[in-house]
């Protein structure tokens, strides 16, 4: 199915996989269903078919029958729901659903059919529900003329529903039978199916059954009785071995009582010895008495309740010569563990760790005990004859600990010691150890943990991976601090063209046009520095007065500092910050670094016009507001009509509000978020100056100015100016002095 369309009076409206499930009535329902006030059933989508499904108590009817389970739709079914008619139609993939209102408001219902769902459709649960059996109010009709009575009911219509009836019983056993196939290794003398309904067996290893739960049964002489659990269903093959009974094992040795008889190393006795059970297999025998050889063998046990008789002749040790006795020779213990690895102490002295082969002295009682972090210590006394070998293989118990694991994205992967587990959402038992906790997911950092897992006290570890842009935020945030409270942006650079065409009103023969690209991220202030901040680094400093106006305000930007001072301001907030210094002294005087390293400096020319005129990736601002004159109100502080008294050419009719300089964030910052970039003063640039003829069709990367020079750039117009030629956001100016209207904001490189 690819589409559903809904007609309703003469509209058409379609929905696709991602509108369902869809309700059948109530508010906003895309099918509307008379004196609905909710939903009285959904279209489902499976597998690419529609599926009606009732809500709890609804009288949905599909054909006449009311549901008590999901539906699913096909050609020419016609729903029912309140006063609401619905007939469906396919046509290929497309299913459409035509919606009619009934004539009357509340047709009569027909009776209930209560219809079992095949198994498989629908909510199960739904078919589960139990039916209740309620009377329903009567109200006896208005006193009027007689009814006749009702006819009775024809003898061979009531036999003919009875068999109905029954058919229809038989073909719902006949539907939940399944044919299963037991397969027993080896071939059972006996086999069958115990449940609540009898089977059938068709073959010898095949049974038809009821759908549902059993136990199977299987014998064979010489094994042991199988009975388990099994579940029934179609197609399904039961496959289950019979395991042998033990063998039984008869020892004696002749002309001598008395003998020990070790059976994988457990004592069974002494001969001689009477049959006892053996499992089957290939099994270690040792027999030995005092004075006499040890006999070591492999016996093998048919099993299937066989009894196997074995004569041991064991041969004596020779007569010592006559003297003193000689020492006994020591025992030999040959000792392992599970899991290998752990420590040995023998009597309280530590002797290695498993496995390992240790000379104890015979005829003794000793004490072993093995240690491994995270398990239980196991403990063994033991005594060994002169001469004895022995073989022992000692368990220790794991001590566990649960470590619930939490992990966003929770389809990434876990790796516990570097094993692969799965994915990261699980509970997990481990030994308590440290374990180096490791979860991965590709396009994320992956995460290392280390968790020691304390058995009685459960742990959740929750990690959450970091993507590659988010490590990339936390490595260049989009807004970021000075350690003076400056506020910086990021840019990532781009491709620009610096300068002015010629023809362009007010150009000058320094303003050439250059392709320029900046690779290297960068941050820029959003306001430039203020009198309160340059103080804290010149306590004593001040910018002094134009006429009778302060420029001295704390709020304003500093001004009348030289490219020197300003240079050296960003030094300082490195080193507040302990970031390498942009600029180092050469011949007593600062310059920049070279390279250009991250700290503290003054923008580039090319990354001030990147901010300036590009606040969008279109075509550069001629001016700060826009592309025309005149300024428009609350542009920006230019040399408006109170700057007659200083300036010679001011703008006419202009009036910001400020003779002077005005507070750093005075007026609306520009796209970008930046504050008078090309007004209030002009600022400072990192560049030395110099007259660049146009590179027109040459691009230059991360431009930082010529080595060396004596005047540096100033861009920006500033309360002083008021020409056309200032007022462009591609005028540049130089200077090494201070001046009352220039003054800087601060940028360094991002990485």
């Known amino acids: 199915m690819t589409t559903l369309s809904i007609l309703e009076e003469g509209r058409e409206r379609r929905l696709a996989a991602a509108d369902f499930p869809v309700p059948l009535g109530g508010p906003g329902s ?22 009606v499904q009732p809500a709890p108590g609804a009288g949905v009817f599909c054909n006449g029958t009311r549901l008590a389970a999901s539906h699913w739709l096909r050609d020419a079914d016609v729903l029912r729901l309140s006063g609401t008619e619905i007939h469906v139609r396919l046509r290929g993939d497309a299913m459409e659903l035509r919606v009619t209102a009934l004539v009357e ?31 329903i109010p009567y109200t006896p009709r208005p006193i009027g003329p007689a009814q006749a009575p009702p006819r009775p009911i024809p003898r061979r219509l009531v036999v003919f529903a009875g068999l109905l009836a029954l058919v229809g019983a038989a073909l719902l056993v006949v539907s939940r039978l399944a044919l299963v196939e037991v397969r027993v290794d080896p071939t059972p003398d006996r086999v ?41 269903e179609r197609g399904a093959v039961l496959r289950y071995a019979l395991r042998p009974l033990p063998g039984r094992l008869a020892i004696d040795t002749p002309g001598l009582a008395g003998a020990e008889v070790v059976v994988d190393g457990t004592l069974r006795g002494t001969t001689p010895l009477a049959a006892f059970e053996v499992e089957a297999g290939e099994r270690a025998l040792v027999v030995r008495a005092t004075g006499y050889e040890e006999h070591r063998a492999t016996v093998a046990i048919e099993g299937r309740g066989i009894e196997h008789t074995l004569a041991v002749r064991l041969v004596p040790l020779p007569t010592p010569p006559p003297g003193p006795p000689p020492p006994p020779r020591p025992g030999v213990l040959v000792l392992s563990s599970d899991p290998p690895g752990a420590r040995v102490s023998l009597d309280g002295a530590d002797r290695g760790q498993t496995p390992l082969e240790l000379r104890v002295e015979p005829a003794r009682p000793h004490t072993l005990r093995l240690s491994k972090p995270g398990h239980v210590d196991a403990e063994l006394t033991l005594t060994l004859r002169a001469g004895e070998r022995r073989e022992e293989k000692l368990r220790l118990v794991p001590q566990l600990g649960e470590v619930k694991v939490a992990a ?13 587990r799965g994915k990261a959402d699980q509970t997990l038992l481990l030994i308590a150890v440290t374990h180096e906790i490791e979860i991965r997911r590709e396009g994320f950092l992956t995460a290392h943990q280390t968790v020691t897992p304390r058995p009685g006290f459960p742990q959740t570890l929750s990690v959450a991976l970091k993507s590659q842009e988010q490590l990339r935020e936390e490595r260049m945030p989009r807004v970021a601090r000075s350690p003076e409270g400056h506020e910086l942006r990021l840019f990532e650079g781009g491709r620009i063209r610096m300068g002015a065409p010629r023809r362009e009103p007010g150009r000058r023969a320094n303003e050439p ?28 400093y001040a910018s002094g007065r134009v006429g009778d106006q302060s420029l001295d305000i704390d709020s304003q930007p500093v001004v009348r ?21 942009a600029y180092v002294e050469r011949d007593g005087r600062l310059a920049g670094a070279l390279p250009l390293t991250t700290g503290y400096r003054l923008p580039t020319e090319a990354e001030w016009e990147r901010a ?3 606040p969008t990736p279109q075509a550069p601002l001629k001016y700060p507001w826009g592309p025309v004159l005149p300024v428009p109100p609350g542009a920006g502080n230019y040399a408006d009509e109170s700057a007659r008294s200083l300036v010679a050419q001011v703008i006419e009719g202009y009036d910001d509000g400020h003779k002077v ?12 978020g930046l504050f008078h970039l090309g007004d209030n003063v002009a600022e400072w640039a990192h560049d030395f100056y110099t007259l660049t003829p146009s590179l027109e069709g040459q691009l230059v990367r991360d431009p930082v100015g010529p080595a060396e020079g004596e005047y540096h750039v100033i861009r920006g117009a500033s309360f002083l100016h008021g020409s056309i030629t200032e007022l462009r956001l591609s005028f540049r100016d130089s200077g090494k002095d201070p001046r009352p209207d220039v003054g800087f904001r601060v940028a360094r490189y991002a990485q």
């Not at 500092?561 to 210094?581: I, K």
């Not at 300089?661 to 970008?672: E, H, I, R």
């Open 612 to 614: 300036a005129r590009y």
């Open 408 to 420: 966003r994205p929770p389809d990434a992967e876990l790796f516990v010691d570097g094993e692969p």
């Open 105 to 135: 408001s509340n047709p009569t219902e027909p009776p209930v059919v209560l219809v079992p769902p095949p198994r498989g459709e629908g909510l199960e649960h739904a078919a589960r529900e139990e039916l209740t059996i309620r009377p």
């Open 30 to 51: 895309a099918v509307p269903v008379a004196a609905a006030a909710g939903p009285l059933a959904w279209l489902g989508l499976a597998d690419g078919e529609i599926f």
């Open 192 to 232: 069958a199916l115990r449940g609540d309904w009898p089977t059938l067996r068709p073959l010898r290893s095949r049974f038809v059954a009821v759908i549902g739960g059993y136990t199977l049964e299987a014998e064979k002489a010489g094994y042991l009785r199988l009975e388990t659990p099994v579940e029934v």
């Open 561 to 581: 500092v030289t490219w020197q001072q300003a240079a050296g301001y960003c030094n300082w907030l490195s080193d507040r910050e302990r970031l390498p210094r």
């Open 661 to 672: 300089s005005a507070p750093v964030d005075s007026f609306a910052p520009n796209a970008l």
């Open 513 to 540: 046009l250059r392709d320029v690209e900046l690779v290297r991220p960068f941050y820029l202030a959003t306001r430039e520095v203020s009198n309160t901040q340059f103080r804290r680094y010149e306590p004593q």
